[in-house]
């Protein structure tokens, strides 16, 4: 059991990929290039430290109590979650970690006025969850549905400086 809690908090070093990163290891549930909205849901599996899909400034947080529905159903959006904007060169970038069935618990590792590099660990959400997000304009989303991603290392989306690196 010992050696099951120690591998879910694992925290593996990533190379950071390029365009705008995945900010989960996981699942893609949803990627909708129109609006630039998407979720992935990291499986108890997964790794769960969440980092930053490109850089900026930690504009807000929100931290919102609620249920702890399956992160991977509709119900969710009822869920307890941690509601994040960064200002980036590129506009908004809105992230929300959601906490899931197993879940008691969003660690938030940085807060408002933070600068953040893309890559950056943010947080960590326990056990099964999600994250949402909505990219800044002019994003290519280029992840779809199904597709499995890894945080700092998969490419979501493509942006037009085309690194995401920011100021």
Request: hydrophobic share 45%; aromatic share 6%; proline share 7%.
């Amino acid at each position: 059991m010992f050696l099951a809690f120690l591998a879910f908090f694992r925290d593996p070093p990533r190379e950071i990929g390029a365009g705008l990163v995945s900010p989960a290891d996981g699942r893609v549930l949803s990627a909708d290039p129109a609006s630039g909205k998407m979720s992935i849901f990291m499986g108890v599996a997964d790794v769960h430290v969440n980092r930053a899909p490109m850089a900026g400034t930690v504009v807000r947080q929100d931290h919102r109590p609620g249920g702890h529905a399956v992160a991977s159903k509709a119900e969710a959006s009822r869920n307890e979650r941690l509601e994040w904007e960064f200002a980036t060169r590129l506009g908004p970038l809105r992230l929300t970690q959601v906490a899931g069935a197993f879940a008691r618990r969003i660690v938030p590792y940085l807060h408002a006025g933070d600068k953040v590099k893309k890559g950056q660990r943010i947080g960590l959400v326990r056990f099964g969850s999600r994250v949402d997000l909505v990219l800044p304009s002019g994003c290519r989303v280029t992840v779809a549905p199904g597709d499995r991603v890894r945080a700092g290392t998969s490419t979501i989306a493509e942006v037009p400086d085309g690194l995401g690196l920011g100021p």
